[in-house]
């Protein structure tokens, strides 16, 4: 166990909905990171927030969007869902910055129909 | 795209048996990083070697760097079926940023 939580486990929806994926830190963690991990494209770094702050973007779509709230947990909001979107989202942690181990939750499956 | 490469992309080897992954880079880097992913499960960091580093050991698992070539090894030593899984290789530049290659499937027979 990584300390790492996300909810929920798994998603299913359709095309053009939004969604919402949550991700708890390990205890006293700074950083968040958020992964898509598909067949195709493999494992894709999304987002980084630290303390609150964007600090680094990846392949992250305009429909996509984060946040780090004051309690340091995170939110990956996915809108206008389309069947490409269909992946794992995994969210990581971090003590610091630029770190060198980052921590894995279980990940999030999402299904678009 | 991808920044790591990894070779082969899936492996099959006896148990008791010796396991050697490859992964190959393009740019520089700060340091590069191992993982291992169960089926359908989150990530779990393996051994991280630094770019002014040669070799490092953990337990079974020994790490090789070379910086020239941009490549990196991951041996497994004495494998068991429960090494089984996906192993990705991670590089990280002078930023924060991961990049992980595709994977490779390694599967321990018993």
């Known amino acids: 166990d990584s300390g790492v939580t996300q909810t929920p486990k798994h998603l299913i929806t359709a095309t053009g909905q939004r969604v919402t994926l949550r991700c708890s830190p390990r205890?006293?963690?700074?950083?968040v990171y958020w992964y898509q991990q598909s067949l195709d494209q493999g494992l894709q770094f999304l987002i980084q927030y630290y303390n609150g702050e964007e600090r680094a973007k990846g392949n992250i779509l305009e429909r996509f969007s984060a946040q780090q709230f004051p309690d340091l947990h995170s939110e990956l909001n996915l809108s206008s869902l389309e069947l490409g979107d269909s992946a794992l989202y995994f969210c990581?942690?971090?003590?610091?910055?630029?770190?060198?181990?980052?921590?894995f939750g279980p990940g999030t499956r999402l299904t678009v129909l | 795209s991808q920044q790591g490469e990894e070779d082969p992309q899936a492996l099959s080897i006896q148990e008791g048996e010796n396991a050697t992954m490859n992964c190959s880079y393009k740019t520089s880097i700060n340091n590069l990083q191992w993982y291992r992913q169960n089926s359908g499960r989150g990530l779990v960091h393996l051994i991280l070697i630094r770019s002014n580093e040669r070799e490092k050991h953990s337990g079974r698992l020994r790490v090789t760097l070379d910086t020239s070539k941009k490549s990196s090894s991951l041996l497994i030593t004495a494998s068991r079926a429960a090494d089984t899984a996906s192993y990705f290789c991670a590089t990280r530049g002078a930023n924060s940023k991961l990049t992980f290659g595709k994977g490779i499937t390694l599967s321990v027979r018993p």
């Open positions: 990581a942690s971090s003590a610091g910055l630029a770190p060198d181990t980052q921590y």
């Open positions: 205890s006293g963690d700074l950083s």
